[in-house]
């Protein structure tokens, strides 16, 4: 538009007359008719959806398959030999082959050991590399709570957060994962066997009454084995349960580096840092009220994300997981869906090889939710529990939600802008004599609210943030209809307004929800912040810190 208006100008200043100034004026309109905002987003955004989607198709792209260094090899070979036809359908079928799917492009371990907490080293493409460390969390919430424990729970949350937001933190985002699952009802099928009685067996040489009294007595044993038997089916049809997660990121800039030679040299004292640095938040979790905390290994954190690719895959299955190739499942996709082709391994007894195992298949859809996508309305800290255990959602889903954490400098300045810019507008609607809306002053007092959190001596700081959810079905059809409960409950019981859908690249998707710490581009600094960290400079070598 500025091109447009600006371009108008000129040619109307240097004699273009009436047709410059058509020109800009539909230039001016159509700019605005592409990118008006509907319940669909904009025209422009479906364009670029469709156009990405064709250059994936195209490309082979829409297909993962993953690494197997045979049939890479032969693959190069066949292209050495093939004609140019055939060549080019073998470079499609080499770029589906790769070491992980989109959702964890660039991907790797610092630490992978057993028994030790999972380092994963992450490289995407066009981002700033950094580590991240999935943790284990009960939760705050269980079972019957008061406002106050609600209240202080939050608080805990805030200072938790607030504490690795300062210049001197090295963690820069935090993503709060939320896995909704059917319940493994194992556990309790094992205590039934375990406290059970054996089943009754008829001695040698029977009368009539020892044969009538083990009819009895074996009638009986059914009776329990089918009353303990709906009792957990009961128990436990429709009913979900939650896994909850808090993943944790540090980028590799100069001052982690600065901060790791402290503890030596090499990747060695990457790790050393690391671990001290896992220890803390380990600490600050527990303080912020998330009840019992562990640090995932790598297995536990590849076992997460395949069981999110394949519910049928128990989500503590670790042992048999190589975290340095397991982490994709083979999958395709198509324009609203994420499709992944696997197997069922809860149906193998010990022993039994995996070709034995029935195939599955399951659709993933993975949506967006913007800040300026949310209805304005104050929100308690529960406004997303509808989302989390409503009885009107019975699919599978992951609720992921990324902060990327600013310093209070820098908030501060931000809700400055914001206070500035909501009282300018409901002063104008003021001075022309209209009524002003609901929602500019809501706007407005939301806006002071955060100025005031973050005025000084509060030790507050601000974030930014956006969320995810993946939702999962069996079938094309259950997907369609996941869709739409979806869409109903974040409408009318959450207040978001609208769902980004993330169609035409939903494998990378995907992993905005997995437990690496995907999904969120951070804020570029201010000028002012950019020249605050230039004189800072770098820490000397001599310094104990």
């Given at each position: 538009?500025?091109?447009?208006?600006?371009?108008?100008?000129?040619?109307?200043?240097?004699?273009?007359?009436?047709?410059?100034?058509?020109?800009?004026?539909?230039?001016?309109?159509?700019?605005?008719?592409v990118?008006?905002?509907?319940?669909?987003?904009?025209?422009?955004?479906?364009?670029?959806?469709?156009?990405?989607?064709?250059?994936?198709?195209?490309?082979g792209t829409?297909?993962?398959?993953?690494?197997?260094?045979?049939?890479?090899?032969?693959?190069?070979?066949?292209?050495?030999?093939?004609?140019?036809?055939?060549?080019?359908?073998t470079?499609?079928?080499?770029?589906?082959?790769?070491?992980?799917?989109?959702?964890?492009?660039?991907?790797?371990?610092l630490?992978?050991?057993?028994?030790?907490?999972?380092i994963?080293?992450?490289?995407?493409?066009?981002?700033?590399?950094?580590?991240?460390?999935?943790?284990?969390?009960?939760?705050?919430?269980?079972?019957?709570?008061?406002?106050?424990?609600?209240?202080?729970a939050?608080?805990?949350?805030?200072?938790?957060?607030?504490?690795?937001?300062?210049?001197?933190?090295?963690?820069?985002?935090?993503?709060t994962?939320?896995?909704?699952?059917?319940p493994?009802?194992?556990?309790?099928?094992?205590?039934?066997?375990?406290?059970?009685?054996?089943?009754?067996?008829?001695?040698?040489?029977?009368?009539?009454?020892?044969?009538?009294?083990?009819?009895?007595?074996?009638?009986?044993?059914?009776?329990?084995?089918?009353?303990?038997?709906?009792?957990?089916?009961?128990?436990?049809?429709?009913?979900?349960?939650?896994?909850?997660?808090?993943?944790?990121?540090?980028?590799?800039?100069?001052?982690?580096?600065d901060?790791?030679?402290?503890?030596?040299?090499?990747?060695?004292?990457?790790?050393?840092?690391?671990?001290?640095?896992?220890?803390?938040?380990?600490?600050?979790?527990?303080?912020?009220?998330?009840?019992?905390?562990?640090?995932?290994?790598?297995?536990?954190?590849?076992?997460?994300?395949?069981?999110?690719?394949?519910?049928?895959?128990?989500?503590?299955?670790?042992?048999?997981?190589n975290?340095?190739?397991?982490?994709?499942?083979?999958?395709?996709?198509?324009?609203?869906?994420?499709?992944?082709?696997?197997?069922?391994?809860?149906?193998?007894?010990?022993?039994?090889?995996?070709?034995?195992?029935p195939?599955?298949?399951?659709?993933?859809?993975?949506?967006?939710?913007?800040?300026?996508?949310?209805?304005?309305?104050?929100?308690?800290?529960?406004?997303?529990l509808d989302?989390?255990?409503?009885?009107?959602?019975?699919?599978?889903?992951?609720v992921?939600?990324?902060?990327?954490?600013?310093?209070?400098?820098q908030?501060?300045?931000?809700?400055?802008a914001?206070?500035?810019?909501?009282?300018a507008?409901?002063?104008?609607?003021?001075?022309?004599?209209?009524?002003?809306?609901?929602?500019?002053?809501?706007?407005?007092?939301a806006?002071?609210?955060?100025?005031?959190?973050?005025?000084?001596?509060?030790?507050?700081?601000?974030?930014?943030?956006?969320?995810?959810?993946?939702?999962?079905?069996?079938?094309?059809?259950?997907l369609?209809?996941?869709?739409?409960?979806?869409?109903?409950?974040?409408?009318?019981?959450?207040?978001?307004?609208?769902?980004?859908?993330?169609?035409?690249?939903?494998?990378?998707?995907?992993?905005t929800?997995?437990?690496?710490?995907?999904?969120?581009?951070?804020?570029?600094?201010?000028?002012?912040?950019?020249?605050i960290?230039?004189?800072?400079?770098?820490?000397?070598?001599?310094?104990?810190?």
């Amino acid at each position: 538009m500025a091109i447009f208006i600006g371009g108008g100008m000129i040619g109307v200043a240097f004699g273009g007359g009436l047709p410059v100034l058509f020109i800009a004026a539909a230039g001016v309109g159509v700019t605005m008719l592409v990118t008006a905002t509907t319940h669909r987003g904009t025209i422009l955004q479906r364009r670029t959806k469709r156009a990405r989607w064709k250059s994936r198709q195209r490309l082979g792209t829409d297909t993962f398959i993953p690494f197997d260094d045979a049939e890479w090899d032969r693959l190069q070979k066949q292209a050495a030999k093939a004609t140019k036809k055939e060549q080019a359908e073998t470079a499609k079928l080499l770029r589906q082959m790769r070491a992980n799917p989109d959702g964890s492009d660039g991907m790797g371990w610092l630490q992978y050991s057993s028994k030790t907490p999972g380092i994963a080293w992450h490289a995407p493409v066009g981002q700033q590399p950094y580590l991240s460390v999935a943790f284990a969390v009960s939760g705050q919430i269980r079972g019957m709570e008061s406002a106050g424990a609600l209240t202080r729970a939050a608080a805990g949350w805030g200072r938790f957060l607030a504490r690795r937001a300062s210049p001197a933190s090295l963690i820069s985002d935090v993503q709060t994962l939320t896995r909704v699952l059917p319940p493994d009802t194992a556990m309790q099928d094992r205590w039934v066997l375990e406290r059970m009685e054996s089943a009754p067996v008829l001695g040698d040489m029977p009368t009539d009454e020892d044969r009538a009294l083990h009819a009895i007595r074996l009638a009986s044993y059914e009776a329990q084995k089918r009353s303990y038997s709906e009792v957990i089916q009961l128990t436990s049809q429709d009913a979900m349960v939650q896994r909850h997660y808090v993943v944790v990121s540090w980028p590799l800039t100069q001052k982690f580096t600065d901060a790791a030679a402290k503890f030596g040299s090499g990747r060695d004292a990457w790790r050393a840092l690391m671990a001290d640095q896992i220890v803390a938040t380990v600490r600050g979790l527990v303080d912020a009220r998330m009840g019992t905390v562990r640090p995932l290994t790598a297995k536990q954190t590849v076992a997460v994300i395949r069981h999110q690719q394949n519910p049928n895959m128990p989500i503590d299955l670790a042992g048999p997981v190589n975290p340095l190739r397991d982490v994709g499942l083979a999958s395709h996709d198509e324009f609203s869906a994420h499709v992944v082709e696997s197997y069922d391994p809860t149906i193998l007894r010990r022993g039994d090889p995996i070709e034995d195992a029935p195939g599955v298949t399951w659709w993933h859809r993975t949506a967006a939710i913007h800040g300026e996508n949310l209805a304005v309305a104050g929100r308690s800290p529960l406004w997303c529990l509808d989302l989390l255990v409503g009885r009107e959602l019975t699919f599978v889903r992951s609720v992921s939600f990324h902060m990327h954490l600013i310093p209070a400098g820098q908030a501060k300045a931000a809700a400055r802008a914001d206070v500035v810019r909501d009282m300018a507008g409901v002063v104008a609607e003021q001075q022309k004599g209209r009524l002003v809306s609901d929602d500019s002053t809501t706007r407005m007092s939301a806006a002071q609210r955060r100025a005031k959190d973050l005025e000084a001596g509060s030790h507050h700081h601000g974030a930014s943030w956006v969320g995810y959810i993946t939702i999962s079905a069996p079938t094309r059809e259950d997907l369609a209809q996941a869709s739409r409960q979806l869409e109903e409950a974040c409408a009318t019981g959450l207040g978001i307004d609208f769902l980004d859908w993330q169609d035409s690249f939903q494998a990378a998707a995907s992993g905005t929800t997995w437990p690496i710490g995907r999904g969120l581009r951070p804020d570029s600094p201010s000028l002012a912040t950019r020249a605050i960290g230039r004189l800072a400079g770098r820490s000397e070598k001599e310094a104990l810190s």
